[in-house]
T-cell receptor, first 114, second 111 residues
Framework: KAGVTQTPRYLIKTRGQQVTLSCSPISGHRSVSWYQQTPGQGLQFLFEYFSETQRNKGNFPGRFSGRQFSNSRSEMNVSTLELGDSALYLC?????????????FGPGTRLTVL | DAKTTQPTSMDCAEGRAANLPCNHSTISGNEYVYWYRQIHSQGPQYIIHGLKNNETNEMASLIITEDRKSSTLILPHATLRDTAVYYCIVRASNTGNQFYFGTGTSLTVIP
């Protein structure tokens, strides 16, 4: 079974631009969560989508948004990029997000903001 | 919101068992303990999880104390490829079942 895929793997943007990252979950998984990882803050939860609805949200500004499509693929968007948005963005998928559902992570998208 | 405490770093000799401790003294009765590891700049990899019984799979064993306030992940025969950051996570239903990662333990397996 194919794992979680993320595109692109690497991205370079400049301040003020916006960016869209894509995540394709494992087949059959309906929950997709997004995380930001930086050296200073570690791995932080951004938001989770389940059946095209945002179900949970972390403590990030409104510049960070996402959506999920009917095939469970998800995108996240960051508008008005700041230098501090440089990070590894990870998505993880699971069947439904229940307590015993294991999340499987993709390889991440490395975003560099110049 | 990480509710776990782990040592910052540990070393282990290749071929020996690696025992990674985790304290989760505020864990509630319905909260699971999960372990993930992350090899440099890759996505975290699921290892094992448990509620109150000890668990074993092809990768590792998870020993949870009877009071559930701490646990130990055991890699029975560490190899160089086990060098990674290991995260112990308490997954709570009151936070939407999300994973809140702490700082983890950086395990270095020494030849």
């Amino acid at each position: 079974k194919a794992g979680v895929t993320q595109t692109p793997r690497y991205l370079i943007k400049t301040r003020g631009q916006q960016v869209t990252l894509s995540c394709s979950p494992i087949s059959g998984h309906r929950s997709v969560s997004w995380y930001q990882q930086t050296p200073g803050q570690g791995l932080q939860f951004l938001f989770e989508y389940f059946s095209e609805t945002q179900r949970n949200k972390g403590n990030f500004p409104g510049r960070f948004s996402g959506r999920q499509f009917s095939n469970s693929r998800s995108e996240m968007n960051v508008s008005t990029l700041e230098l501090g948005d440089s990070a590894l963005y990870l998505c993880a998928s699971s069947f439904g997000g229940a307590t015993t559902d294991t999340q499987y992570f993709g390889p991440g998208t490395r975003l560099t903001v110049l | 919101d990480a509710k776990t405490t782990q040592p910052t770093s540990m070393d282990c000799a290749e071929g020996r068992a690696a025992n990674l401790p985790c304290n989760h003294s505020t864990i509630s009765g319905n909260e699971y303990v999960y372990w993930y590891r992350q090899i440099h700049s890759q996505g975290p990899q699921y290892i094992i999880h448990g509620l109150k019984n000890n668990e074993t799979n092809e990768m590792a064993s998870l020993i949870i104390t009877e009071d559930r306030k701490s646990s130990t992940l055991i890699l029975p025969h560490a190899t160089l490829r086990d060098t990674a950051v290991y995260y112990c996570i308490v997954r709570a239903s009151n936070t939407g079942n999300q994973f809140y990662f702490g700082t983890g333990t950086s395990l270095t397996v020494i030849p």
